[in-house]
Every structure is written in structure tokens, then in C-alpha cells.
């Protein structure tokens, strides 16, 4: 999806009662230059779409859904399949490149956010998908542009790492607390464990579990019986050089295994394949047949790709630091070598049945999800100065 462009889609879910941005946003917003912008469309135009006088309401998702990685799929899986009666565009921010073309990235997310915000009746709530770090400071800016034209606002956080990063950060603390008590404004983080820990910094937090996409369906492939698995970007805190150690102690009594790894593009390490990163289609093969994921991360907040696994019925072994694991995974100390060769090679020996993998995710069903964000979604424009 090239940067900059606005995709659309739309559930074929039945009509609920619609209701519209305020007058005063559309009437502030309609001084805007209207200067015509390209789309790039999953299907069919919004104006295509539904009869003149639709009560159709539209959320606006906005954030990194061009970018490889969790987030991405959590964003289009939400795009894809909205709650009944709501239909959902997608908006990037992302920029793979340097801090002047994330910059430039920004700044056409931001132009199009008020474009998109102009046309009346066009937005009904505007979800922000959200890191922490620099992706909070740019998300911070466009938030607070929606919230200044009293519009609806969701502050959905993914990071497994933005309340230790938030924690030392006294005046980022002071205006996360400030944006998040404004009007028409709800925070959703991933589970209790992240409810719990954010907290400190505001008592209107609501969670949500991550969706399982629906594309997704139990394997009925033969399962390599040596094949590691780690998907995830060339970043630290996924633990790369961890899983290559790894594999280098556990090939001394199985010298047949290998590990497969995403992310990083080379290694140096005998039975060891860096693969970059690959497309969809590839990471569903290689989760149909590797033996065991492995997911050794210092920070999670809820890891999709863990789920992903266990619905094509592929063992996971987790790092200890994912809160509130699927019950199916086994669980390894962080860092702890020793306890992360027991845990895989019980993973290998004893490989679990994969129907039973998947009836672990109770909870992530794209069916049960969509309720939740209904409610959310309706609630949030309800929302006063003295809404909890």
C-alpha cells in the first residue's frame, strides 16, 4: 500500500441506527483546501457503496497497516470484518525509510486525516493503533487535531512496552493523562495485564483482545519434526541471537534441526536460515509445517503471531514477559537457557494436537471481538468530561 493513501472496506453486516460528526466539526473543517487525492481501494468506494441517506457508520483506522508486523494484521483484520452496522477505511502512517521520509509520512497522514475529516457524515470514530515511543509522539499530534474539532477518538495501544517507557517519562505522563480525560475519548489496551499496568496513568481504560483473522484455519500438513520457527522484525527485543544459541546447543543431540527466522536477512550460524521478511502466503506455509514457534521477546503486549500458530495448530514456546500467554503455550523463563531447551525439546518430543491448539483461543474470535468494539465504538461519542 503506497504511503499516504486512504484504503477502504466494508463489512456486509446488517444496518444499525447511524448518527454523524457534529455540525461543528464538518463546519470547522469545511475551510480545508478539497484539493482531490488518490485512493488505493480494497474493494469499491465509500460513495459506491451504499445508497444516498446510508446510516452506515464509518471508523477511520489509522496507523502503521502498511508496515509488516503484528499491528498491521490486528489493522486489517479490524478494517476487514467491523462491527454490524459500521463500516471501516484504513490510513497509513508508516514509512520503512529515514526520520524525513517518516516525517513526510506523517505529514500526508495528517493531511489526509483532515481531508477525510472535511466530507460530512464521512467519519463517525477515528481508532489510532499506537506503539509507544515515537510512534506515540507522532499519534499524539493527530489525536489531539481530532479531539480540538470535537470529534470521537479510540487510543488503542499495542506496545508491550509503552508503560515502561511511559514510567520514566514524568512530562509524557502529564499529557497522556491530559489527552486521555478529554471528551469523546476512550483508551483500549490488549488485556487485563496492560489494564492493570496503565492504571497508574488513567482510570478510563477499557481491553480487548487482539483478533484472530478468519483466513486462518487449522493445518492439515505434515509437520517437519525439526523445524524451529521465529517470525518477527530485525529488532532485539525479539530475541534473534537468543534463538540462534538456541538452536546451536539443541543440534548437538538433534543435528537434523534448523531454525527459520524472519526479520533478518543474514546469519552466520550453522542451521540457521534468515529469511528477511516474507509474504503472507509464506508465513502461513512455514506455520503449517514447522514443529514448534519460537517467541523469546523482552517485550509483547500481545503477541499475534502466537496466536496465528496455535489456530494453525503449531506448538509456541513463549518468552516468560508475554502477560497472560493462551493457555495451550508453553511458557520458558526469559533468557533462561536452560529452561528454554527443556520447554522445546518437550515441545519437539511430545508435540501437542493441533485441534487442541486452536480451541485455546477462546476470546480472540473475530465474532466476539466485533462485539466489543461495537460497544466501544458507540460509547465513545457519548463520552463527557466526567465519563469513566
Known amino acids: ?22 455540525a461543528s ?24 457503496r451504499q445508497p ?11 496507523g502503521p497497516c502498511n508496515a509488516p508486523g503484528g499491528m498491521a494484521t490486528v489493522m486489517k483484520t479490524l478494517a476487514e470484518h467491523p462491527p454490524d452496522g459500521w463500516e471501516a477505511e484504513l490510513l497509513p502512517t508508516y514509512s520503512s525509510g529515514g526520520v524525513w521520509s517518516k516525517w513526510k509520512a506523517y505529514r500526508s497522514a495528517r493531511r489526509l486525516l483532515k481531508r477525510r475529516l472535511a466530507k460530512p457524515s464521512s467519519v463517525d470514530v477515528v481508532h489510532f ?15 489531539g487535531l481530532v479531539q480540538d474539532l470535537e470529534g470521537s477518538v479510540v487510543v488503542h495501544l499495542h506496545s508491550g512496552a509503552f508503560e515502561t517507557w511511559i514510567g520514566s517519562r514524568p512530562r509524557i505522563q502529564h499529557r497522556f493523562r491530559r489527552l486521555t480525560a478529554r471528551p469523546r475519548t476512550a483508551l483500549v489496551v490488549l488485556n487485563d495485564h496492560w489494564r492493570e499496568k496503565m492504571s497508574p496513568y488513567t482510570d478510563r481504560i477499557q481491553s480487548i483482545n487482539n483478533p484472530l483473522p478468519p ?27 537468543f534463538a540462534e544459541s538456541l538452536v546451536t546447543l539443541l543440534r548437538k543431540t538433534r543435528p537434523d534441526l534448523h531454525l527459520s527466522m524472519t526479520g533478518r ?21 512455514l506455520l503449517n509445517t514447522a514443529s514448534v514457534l519460537l517467541v523469546p521477546s523482552t517485550y509483547e503486549g ?33 533468557n533462561d537457557m536452560n529452561d528454554w531447551l527443556i520447554c522445546v525439546n518437550t515441545a519437539l518430543d511430545h508435540p501437542m494436537d493441533g485441534s487442541f491448539l ?31
Request: aromatic residues 2%; contains cysteine.
Open 52 to 62: 444516498s441517506g446510508s446510516t452506515m457508520r464509518k471508523v477511520l483506522h489509522v
Open 265 to 285: 536477512t543474514h546469519s552466520d550460524v550453522e542451521g540457521v536460515k534468515a529469511l528477511g521478511w516474507v509474504e503472507v502466503s509464506e508465513k502461513q506455509l
Open 129 to 143: 493503533h499506537v506503539a509507544s515511543d515515537w510512534s506515540w509522539h507522532r499519534k499524539e499530534r493527530l489525536i
Open 1 to 22: 500500500m503506497a504511503n499516504g493513501a486512504i484504503a477502504t472496506n466494508k463489512a456486509a453486516h446488517s444496518t444499525a441506527t447511524g448518527h454523524s460528526m457534529t
Open 302 to 334: 500481545q503477541p499475534m503471531v502466537a496466536l496465528e500458530a496455535l489456530a494453525s495448530g503449531c506448538p509456541v514456546v513463549l518468552s516468560s514477559h508475554v502477560p497472560l500467554p493462551p493457555k495451550a503455550a508453553l511458557i520458558a523463563q526469559h
Open 215 to 241: 483466513t486462518i484455519h487449522l493445518s492439515q500438513s505434515k509437520r517437519d519434526s525439526n523445524h524451529l520457527l521465529l517470525l518477527g522484525r530485525a529488532d532485539p527485543v525479539k530475541g534473534h541471537a
Open 358 to 388: 486452536r480451541s485455546s483461543l477462546d476470546g480472540h474470535g473475530i465474532e466476539t471481538v466485533q462485539e466489543s468494539w461495537s460497544l466501544i465504538y458507540t460509547d465513545v461519542g457519548k463520552r463527557d468530561n466526567n465519563a469513566s
Open 25 to 48: 466539526l464538518s463546519q470547522r473543517l469545511s475551510v480545508l483546501p478539497t484539493k482531490t487525492t488518490q485512493t488505493l481501494q480494497l474493494k469499491r468506494p465509500i460513495h459506491d
